[in-house]
DNA sequence: TACATTATTATGTCTATACATAAAAACACA
DNA sequence: TGTGTTTTTATGTATAGACATAATAATGTA
């Protein structure tokens, strides 16, 4: 049965367990072997067992305490991953040609919603910018954008007008925290007519927030055109 | 000058090449040290600066290849994780109280659409579900759901007045591959019903489908009630 | 019996070393 | 000059052994 003649590498071994946590050979819930124990059923080394273990914990299927010792998890939290990709790379790899285009930039003092949510002072002043971007000349993402300025002296020279906002900003400044979120909303006038679709179409809409240490960066706000569907797999 | 006198761990690696590259010390697509250079920097070891890198790596910060050498990413691709919980969880973490209800449960011929998109027998029975799910008695989420029973057999006589589909899947049988998308849809007379909505309003929507190996499982298609948003932080 | 202390143990991490492997660079040859 | 072969090198992974640490179990004391 089972004997493992060769020495397996941690894959083979993550493959394994993994295989017997999917068949239920060890129950969830359920406690497993020791890495000692593991490590001489496989013929390898603790540090080769451990590795495994801890990428299947990392991936979500089994829990690890010192002493208590590794557990198989009931439910298996498994993590969705999203790529946050650039809205160029997005459409290029979708196999479209992408054009960008500015709609407005303009100076402005920050609404009390956005100073609240950055963190800012209130009334500065930040850089306000709407833009467009086309797949094959179909409106893709309306893009609404502000940027705060005192973090990002530079942005005030940039010129948005031939790269977009969120480009420039990446090969500009890196950025330490994210705050991502994902809701639909209604099209109103202004969206529907950017993104050719009627006002009251339902709309993905992605917001991000980002900020360099504790200084605040950037948020915006990404409205898709009707019909977007995030998808991942795992 | 930032000799590292101790010895560090690889969190400690972790943490100040991090740095190092968020303030472009090493710029975006320039080449690190090698890592039995940066052993000897950090006086630690090879497997030590190794095991930092790689996260570092698998985190999205850099691109690392045999020979070539580590890199730092230019558009850090950085990943926004999600976690695929269980209604009642999300629900009760927020601090509410989770309520279930059924609402439909029969067989029916599979849709053409759901068998392509499974890739089963064209008009293979499956089970159909609708379910409720309530947060503090409001409603949450409407579920929508297609079980595969001839890769679920037990699911035919699983009593789903009691217990959510979602739930109930989760402790009978794993899952190996798991699709998912979200979508901005409009709630129809049905769905505004059950979600306490209007008609036309605009609805975040999740859709899963599972497969055991390459057995399909299920498909199911999540409505929220409006408002509702999906957040992370990274 | 209740509570504080100590021992035990499984995982967490580091070290030093070795060999494997992919890919770039150097080289040889036609 | 172009092409196929060899060398070099940085990362990838395995091993054996050590100490650290958190959490449980066992023990001793009031």
């Known amino acids: ?3 493992t003649r060769e020495n397996m590498s941690f894959r083979d ?5 993994l295989e017997r946590i999917q068949k239920r050979v ?5 406690l497993l ?3 000692v124990e593991l490590a001489e059923e496989f013929s390898s080394t603790r540090t080769t067992v451990n590795r495994a273990l801890r990428e299947l914990a990392e991936e979500g299927y089994l829990e690890r305490k010192r002493k208590a010792g590794t557990r198989v998890l009931n439910a298996p939290l498994r993590k969705a991953q999203f790529n946050i ?5 997005e459409i290029i790899e979708a196999g479209n040609d992408y054009r960008y285009a500015l709609v407005t930039s303009q100076m402005i003092a ?3 919603w956005l100073s609240a949510k950055l963190g800012t002072a209130p009334e500065q002043y930040v850089l306000y910018l709407e833009c467009m971007h086309f797949a094959d000349n179909a409106p893709f993402q309306y893009e609404v954008r502000w940027i705060v300025t005192d973090s990002v002296p530079t942005a005030a020279e940039a010129d948005f007008a031939t790269i977009g906002p969120g480009e420039w900003l990446a090969q500009e400044l890196p950025f330490t925290d994210l705050e991502v979120s994902f809701t ?3 099209a109103d006038q202004r969206i529907a007519d950017f993104l050719d679709a009627r006002e009251g179409d339902p709309i993905f809409s992605t917001q991000r927030t980002t900020w360099l240490r504790t200084q605040p960066v950037t948020h915006a706000r990404l409205y898709f055109a009707p019909g977007y569907k995030m998808t991942t797999r795992l």
Not at 85 to 89: D, F, K, L
């Open 33 to 35: 072997p020791s890495e």
């Open 85 to 89: 990709p650039q809205v160029r790379n």
């Open 1 to 3: 049965m089972a004997t």
């Open 184 to 186: 639909a909303t209604q």
């Open 13 to 17: 071994i993550k493959r394994v367990v």
């Open 110 to 112: 920050a609404p009390s």
């Open 26 to 30: 060890w129950a969830p819930d359920s």
